[in-house]
């Protein structure tokens, strides 16, 4: 296999790194002292650039030329470390699978530094695939280029479709090949834009640690870093466990409104900002199936679609526990106070969940129709997709267009009736989505809304394109075989405006033939 060229090529003289723009100002490394380990990128042989995210390199107030230049793939490498970038590794434990690891950490990863955005908005800039750490334990500390591809494109899919994420600054090949069991693959590093990289398994470390101290300045962190507004709260720690549990809440039902399976929730990979972190064996659903799981390594189906929602429950439990000791002096008013808001996250996200559901329904709350009943509907109609391989996007895409079709001007009850068959035939029966829709219409006729804005809701609800599962390998294996970042390129501005209509790029909204789709699997760690 041959190394990714550089789709971007430029003859621009090499630039001091101080020109890109970077400005870093590390609180990590100066507030959090035994929660890292300084450490640097390795070298790249012959860096080049991939991809670099213009949207990104301009949000942070970075110089376009000079990334695009000769300086921008040392830079954004590791092989030349930024002024003023002081990198570390950091520490943290995990939960993964259900199994305590008291030490991960970084183990292919560092931190270069944080610096503000063009917003104000502190964000760390660190690198994948840059070499082993003193966390790495077994690995190699390398990543190959089509997973760092694959987390570019997921990743800035998942910004398009509205959901907080990670985001990725820049793919680089490094010129060096990484030996992964389906042989030597040409080795990468992405550059990765996060609100902060303090996730539950950070907490998880600090109170492995036994140390109280270091547990509290873990906690005013958080707080400056991603609530400061709660600073002054009567109970610090648990304005923060709220905090998490309500952006964790908001997270799962974006991702449940988009069939995303994260595919590796352990506790090391759940952030405090409430960003979506750390795209390895994720996909995305296609046939609606609660069961849905994707990764190789999921046996038991822990991480399963429908699982999410009581994982993210699990998870804050364990934030819950690491929190204890700050909650309160008597033991059992910190487990009582941490134990109300677990119990509670249920209900957070149940809330959360009906409002997508709503928006994708092109409904608002009206006092006529209870929360209760609006549920019912919403999962009425996803019972009635149960065992029936009805395409998840396309459901939701083709009652959009049934609306749609309602205040067309042309022919609409033609239109209504195409829009109906291409509904029905996305069923085996069709006699669950026949028995649902009558609900559907009586509830949209009760709330005080325009038909035509209910359907503009929907427009913008329920997206057209989703990174199918087949169009993702496709295009990475044409990246990865023949260096063509045609179809990756093509599929990655499609997925830019995933709630527009564009004929053109009918094909990537199709789902995957069923011989295929059988097949699928994504894989951990890669
Ligand atoms: P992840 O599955 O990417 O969340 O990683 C879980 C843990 O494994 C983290 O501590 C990673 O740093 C570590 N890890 C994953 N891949 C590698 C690798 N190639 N070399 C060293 N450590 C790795
Ligand atoms: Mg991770």
Sequence with gaps: MSTVVSSITSNTPAVASEDAGFVFDNTYLRDLPGLYQKWPPAAAPHPQMVLLNEAVVQDLGLSLPVLRGAQGAALLSGDTVPAGAEPLAQAYAGHQFG????RLGDGRAVLLGEMLDTQGRRRDIAFKGSGRTPFSRGGDGKAAVGPMLREYLISEAMHALGIPTTRALAVVATGESVLRDSGRLPGAVLTRVAASHLRVGTFQYAAAMDDRPTLQRLLNYSLRRHDPVLLDSANPALALLQAVAERQAALLAQWMGVGFIHGVMNTDNMTISGETIDYGPCAFMDHYDP???????????????????????????????????????????AIDAATAVIDDFPVRYEHHWLQVMRSKLGLVATTAASDASDLALAQGLLAGMQGQGVDFTLLFRGLTRWLGA??????????????????????????????WLPLWQARLRQQP?????????????????????????AALDSASDSSDLTAFNRLLAVLAKPFDEQP???DLALPVPPAQSAAFQTFCGT
């Excluded at 046996?299 to 309160?328: D, F, K, M, S």
């Excluded at 609409?412 to 195409?418: K, M, T």
């Excluded at 809304?449 to 993702?472: D, K, T, Y």
Aim: no cysteine.
């Design 504 to 506: 053109e790029a009918e």
């Design 406 to 435: 309602e205040t067309a001007a042309a022919p609409q009850a033609l239109d209504q009736r195409q829009a109906l068959d291409s509904l029905q035939a996305l069923y085996a029966d069709a006699a669950p989505l026949q028995a």
């Design 291 to 333: 069961a849905a799981v994707f990764s190789s390594i999921d046996y038991h189906g822990r991480y399963a679609y429908a699982n999410q929602p009581p994982i993210a429950r699990w998870n804050l439990a364990r934030l819950a526990e690491t929190l204890l000791p700050l909650l309160a002096d008597e033991p059992q008013q």
């Design 99 to 102: 199994g305590f690891s008291p």
């Design 449 to 473: 809304l325009a038909v035509a804005e209910a359907s503009e809701r929907m427009q913008n609800s329920n997206p057209a394109f989703i990174p199918r599962n087949h169009r993702v390998q």
